[in-house]
């Protein structure tokens, strides 16, 4: 249960920074498009991961050279998706481990465990959101 309400603050501070962030953006749009230092995001999906009953798994997913990471997250999805959950979800260096403080995240890392106990499809992914600056 603790790992549940630290997963869930990490989870309201993600979208409450992403939610400034998404609004910041919408206010530098009027200003108009060339505004130099205005970046575009695109969310970007990596490969599904198998999870197995009992299984704790991880997913790994990467920007595109030149842009970084602004936010991310995992789906689990199947036929016993209700018995998996998230365990951990964090920003990224290059090689896929966490971000140091201070550093620019390139990718984003989720874990999950599937408690279930029906041999399925059930499959774990994540995603990224990528920045590239304009100008």
């Known amino acids: 249960m603790k790992r549940s309400m630290v997963l869930a603050v990490a989870s309201i501070q993600i979208a409450l920074a992403m939610g400034m962030a998404a609004t910041a953006s919408a206010a530098d749009k009027k200003d108009g498009p060339d505004k130099p230092g205005q970046g575009t995001t695109t969310t ?3 490969d599904p991961v198998n999870l197995t009953p009992g299984a704790h798994e991880t997913a790994w997913v990467q920007c595109p050279t030149g842009t970084a990471a602004t936010g991310g997250g995992g789906i689990t999805s199947g036929d016993d998706a209700h018995a998996t959950y998230l365990t951990s979800s964090y920003p990224t260096d290059s090689t896929g481990d966490p971000s140091s ?3 620019t995240p390139t990718g984003w890392t989720v874990w999950a465990t599937n408690n279930g ?6 499959e774990l992914q994540a995603y990224v959101v990528c920045e590239k600056k304009t100008k």
């Open 44 to 46: 970007y999906y990596g």
């Open 101 to 103: 403080n201070g550093s």
């Open 117 to 122: 106990n029906v041999v399925d499809s059930s």
